[in-house]
Every structure is written in structure tokens, then in C-alpha cells.
Nanobody
């Protein structure tokens, strides 16, 4: 199983980025997908999660109204559109796949993890 995250970079506050995560080696539609982030010196936290067929979505309070998670099961890809970025959004962003508890979009217990992509928001 491989999860390849991309799309990170350096952006000014107020700007936008779109992260992508391409999955291979698994039946993508059997997995809920999540985006997590970890800032320096902090724990990794859930940012957003989406159910297997996009019927349910969960966002961290800190990103509600600014970030949008979506997926394309035909392309085995999950996305995170990030708008109105703030310096506190700076972190390494990870995508992850969860089949065992795919019904629980608040869990941090995921089966597979990608390598992470750096997002840096300058003030």
C-alpha cells in the first residue's frame, strides 16, 4: 500500500493550497480517508476525514469553513482544498486510510499513512 501526498508548499497568509493524496495497492473505496497535520513540537491531529463514498465528512473546528476534503474513487485520490490559510496552519500534512473503523470519522487510528507534505504559511 502506498499513499503519496503532494501539493504542499510556501504560501502567504490568506492564500490557498490544494493537497492531493494518490493511493495504490488497496481497494480505495473500502477506506475512509483522512488528512492529519503535525506542527513542530506538537502532536499529530486530525484535520478532516471523509467516508468511503463521501456521504459523511468530519472537520476539526480550527479548519471548518476554510478547508474542504473530497475524494475521487475512480482516481484513487483524496484532496484537501485549503483556503484562507493562516500561519497556524503551518505543519506537515499527512493523508491516511482507514478500513477497520471506517465508520468512525473522528478516530485517529488509521491503517496506512502517507509520507507527509510540508505546508508553510507566512504572515
Amino acid at each position: 500500500v502506498q499513499l503519496q501526498a503532494s501539493g504542499g508548499g510556501l504560501v502567504q497568509a490568506g492564500g490557498s493550497l490544494r493537497l492531493s493524496c494518490a493511493a495504490s495497492g488497496l481497494t480505495f473505496s473500502r477506506y475512509a480517508m483522512g488528512w492529519f497535520r503535525q506542527a513542530p513540537g506538537k502532536e499529530r491531529r486530525l484535520v478532516a476525514a471523509i467516508s468511503r463514498y463521501s456521504t459523511s465528512i468530519n472537520y476539526a473546528d480550527s479548519v471548518k469553513g476554510r478547508f474542504t476534503i473530497s475524494r475521487d474513487n475512480a482516481k484513487n485520490t483524496v484532496y484537501l482544498q485549503m483556503n484562507s490559510l493562516k500561519p497556524e496552519d503551518t505543519a506537515v500534512y499527512y493523508c491516511a486510510a482507514n478500513a477497520l473503523t471506517a465508520w468512525d470519522l473522528s478516530t485517529s487510528e488509521y491503517d496506512y499513512w502517507g509520507q507527509g507534505t510540508q505546508v508553510t504559511v507566512s504572515s
